[in-house]
Structure formats: C-alpha cells, structure tokens
C-alpha cells in the first residue's frame, strides 16, 4: 500500500519553498524553531478572523522579517494600522529582536488550500452539513480556475458513533507529479461530538 507523503515536503525542491527561512549553528536552531512555531500559533490565534493563508518568517541579521499573507489585509492593520503596530511590539517582545511585518494579500482565497479548509471547518462549527460544505467549497474553487481540488474530512460527521473518512475529489489532483503545483491545507474543527479533521 502507498504511503501518503506530505505534498509541500515533496516538492520543496521543485515548486514550494520554506515557509521559516534563516540559518542557524546547531546550538540555536532548536530555540529559533521553537520560537516560529509559538509565532505561528500566537498569529493563527489573534488573527484568526483575518484569514490567514500562511506566515513566512525570515531572519536577516539580528532582525526578523514576518510576511503575513491574508485574504482581509484590513483586517489585520486595523484602523489607521494601530493593530499592526501592536502586533509588532507583541512579536519584537517574543523574539527579543526588532520586527518587520509585511502584509500580502491572497487575491483569491477561493483557492488557497489552507483557506478553503479553515472555511470547512468554519462551516463544520456551525453545524452546517459536511457534504454541503465540501461540495460548495470545491464548486467555488473549480469557478475560479483551479485545475482540480480534493476534500477530505474525517471524524464523527455529523455526530454519528462510528467515526469515518469521507472525500470528494473534482478535475486532475496528479500527487505524484512533482511539477503540478499542489497546493495542501489543514485544519480541524472541534465540534461538541469530538474533532473533525
């Protein structure tokens, strides 16, 4: 049986890139990468009405560069950018280094991997069917041109006792083919039967 490989890992080489890029000696590399990652989980959590798509950390010397990319940009500035600022203090006090932050944003959230799942799970949270969610979220991306798409949930849908895998896939989704570019994105929604992923 094949074993399934994580598609951003795979195609790093080819068409993905990092989403920490820095260098460290071997005595700092576990201390920054655990700082990225209580960074990423601190902005998953306060921003998590602006949809986040993904968070690039870059460190040139003694500073740190954070591109936030968003499909609500406004949401993250907030009004006359006194949000950003905050949230710039907030991290420069984490990371004990001065902090840029750059917004991107996602022109079309319709078909970023990790937004259709946080919009799922949104959906999920709010006791709206599975397989109406799924159906919507990969009619919407296949109107906007994706290629093709494949939606995966797994847990106790719709609260039944037995939990199960249900997925749905639309056009041409080639795992194996390290030029497609594949987009992947994860989430779960916790729901008062347990966590649907």
Do not use: C
Not at 65 to 92: C, H, M, Q, W
Not at 162 to 181: F, N, S
Request: proline fraction near 3%.
């Amino acid at each position: 049986m094949g074993q399934k490989i994580h598609p951003t890992g795979f195609r790093l080489s080819v068409s993905r890139n990092w989403a920490s890029r820095w260098y460290a000696s071997n005595r700092d590399f576990a201390g920054m990468l655990a700082e990225d990652i209580e960074v990423r989980d601190y902005l998953k959590g306060k921003l998590k009405n602006a949809a986040v798509s993904r968070v690039l950390i870059e460190r040139p010397a003694k500073n740190a560069r954070i591109t936030i990319f968003s499909a609500r940009p406004g949401v993250v500035i907030g009004k006359k950018g006194e949000d950003i600022e905050n949230l710039k203090k907030e991290l420069a006090s984490r990371l004990g280094v001065p902090v840029a932050v750059n917004i991107e944003e996602v022109r079309k959230p319709e078909i970023d991997a990790q937004l259709i799942a946080e919009s799922i799970t949104q959906q999920l949270e709010k006791r709206i069917m599975f397989r109406r969610a799924m159906k919507r979220a990969m009619q919407n991306a296949m109107r906007l041109g994706a290629q093709g798409i494949k939606i995966m949930s797994a847990g106790r849908l719709n609260g039944i006792e037995i939990a199960r895998t249900e997925w749905y896939r639309e056009g041409r989704v080639p795992l194996h083919t390290l030029r497609a570019d594949i987009d992947y994105g994860f989430s779960e929604a916790k729901t008062t039967y347990g966590v649907i992923g």
